[in-house]
């Protein structure tokens, strides 16, 4: 598989406590924050550094880790492991004198898989839907009283924690398919919510895509149980494959042939009430979370949590009914002027689809409104390659506002900008007006002044977009001032 030369991922992972001294770089990244407040939990010592200072990184340190802003060789010192993710370059200066000292060196997933040794691991994986059906599933688990340890690629919101360690034997991680590493897992569960092209910067084919899939469904353990959605065409066609295989397999989904099936649903107010039906029988399934696939998200935990673990069905689903989200799906940060703003983390088209149809249903239901979009195309070779489908995805839209592409990881590419989504979205049937390019300043501006009573206000993407929705609830409360 491309870029897996960096890291050995089929040795064997050191069980957490003879890690020594762990350092992470980029510890207050979403991924690397889990891990670190774990080690943490379990009594590591625990240092870390980052590009800059953030609340996360101050949380951290107060957590009692030993923390820095800016990389320096001079921050290894002192440790027997380094934990870095696939972002970190080799020449990070940490790294390469990690390297050169002879420390042990983990990639972050493999440093949670060896937290996770000895508990009954589950681990969910997909395109679209894993940090929220990661928390639903925690969530839920606590509620039901199982008490699970969990790292989650969101913040769940209810427990107000991204990680922690729990007195029970399950363990749920959120498996990150991006750059090939949710093989070292090995879990008893694994939960496949949709197999779809992306990454295509390290995988290169959608074939490449659904082959690492094969490959993560591979290490579930042999007795263990694969969770898929009936819905979604490549994980029907992996449940297919695995099952053929002579493995368990349970799919769930709205499809008639579905092991765990939506019977009905219906949007209430921000949540939704549906019908499952399941081997136990059929169950009422109650949401306070938006959209169709929110309900798809909850009822793969309700899978895993039911049928794989064995949880009580009705404590599971009172847990899910008492889900109030994960920081950065749909979550709702504020209200000013009648003008709802709501951060999504969105950053596929798939995704982007999803939580745009969802806000125009709230709009379309209230009975006024209208849906204004502020989108942050993340990475130059996604946006390359999936131009059109983002333009698609936000099509419901009345009003979009495109930022400039959030690079990361990568170098500019030479006729690459969000000009590739606004082009055919402005080109696409119906009536929404297009701006592109705007910077962070003016798309608050530009949005602040459009927005009305009624209104629901989007930021979406993976990058610094997020940042954007105080600063446009502080301008609709100037505009406020003004009338």
Request: proline share 5%; aromatic share 4%.
């Amino acid at each position: 598989m491309p870029g897996r030369s960096r890291f050995d991922l089929d040795a064997p992972v050191p069980p957490w406590d003879a890690l020594g001294a762990v350092h992470l770089v980029a510890i207050g990244g979403a991924g690397m924050s889990a891990v670190a407040r774990l080690l943490l939990a379990r009594g590591v010592a625990v240092s870390g550094s980052d590009a800059a200072d953030t609340p996360g990184l101050r949380a951290l340190t107060a957590a009692g880790a030993r923390t820095w802003v800016g990389h320096d060789a001079a921050h290894v010192e002192g440790a027997d492991t380094l934990v870095v993710s696939s972002a970190v370059r080799e020449d990070n200066p940490e790294l390469a004198a990690a390297r050169a000292a002879g420390l042990r060196v983990l990639h972050r997933s493999q440093a949670l898989a060896s937290l996770m040794a000895g508990s009954r691991g589950v681990a969910v994986a997909g395109a679209n839907g894993k940090t929220t059906t990661t928390a639903m599933l925690a969530d839920a688990l606590v509620l039901a009283g199982a008490d699970p340890s969990f790292a989650c690629g969101g913040e769940v919101a209810r427990l107000g924690t991204n990680a922690a360690i729990g007195s029970g034997d399950a363990f749920v991680v959120e498996a990150d398919e991006s750059d090939g590493t949710f093989v070292v897992y090995r879990p008893e569960i694994g939960v496949v919510t949709s197999v779809q092209p992306d990454h295509l910067d390290f995988y290169g084919t959608a074939e490449n895509v659904a082959a690492a899939y094969g490959e993560f469904a591979a290490t579930i353990a042999a007795d263990g149980l694969l969770v898929a959605c009936q819905d979604d065409p490549g994980a029907r066609a992996l449940a297919d494959a695995v099952r053929a295989a002579g493995r368990r397999v349970l799919t769930y989904g709205t499809a008639e042939d579905a092991d765990v099936r939506v019977l009905q649903s219906r949007a209430v107010g921000l949540g939704s009430e549906s019908v499952l039906r399941w081997s136990g029988g059929e169950q009422p399934l109650t949401l306070h979370v938006p959209g169709p696939h929110n309900v798809l998200d909850a009822v793969a935990a309700f899978t895993a949590a039911v049928e794989g673990l064995g949880a009580d069905a009705a404590s599971v689903l009172a847990g899910l009914a008492a889900f109030t989200g994960a920081r950065r799906r749909f979550e709702v940060r504020g209200e000013v002027r009648g003008v709802t703003v709501v951060d999504d983390y969105a950053h596929n088209p798939a995704k982007v689809a999803a939580v745009v149809s969802t806000a125009a249903d709230v709009v379309r239901r209230a009975g006024r409104g209208r849906v204004l979009v502020v989108f942050q195309p993340h990475l130059y070779s996604r946006t390359r390659d999936f131009a059109q489908g983002f333009a698609e995805g936000l099509a419901p839209a009345d009003h979009v506002v495109l930022l400039e592409i959030y690079g990361a990881r990568e170098e500019p590419m030479p006729g690459v900008s969000s000009a590739l989504v606004g082009d055919p979205l402005a080109a696409l049937p119906g009536e929404r007006s297009v701006r592109v390019g705007l910077s962070p300043e003016e798309a608050v501006r530009h949005v602040a002044g459009l927005a009305a009573p009624g209104d629901l206000v989007l930021t979406v993407g993976a990058g610094d977009v997020t940042a954007l929705g105080p600063h446009l609830l502080a301008a609709l409360a100037e505009g406020e001032d003004d009338a």
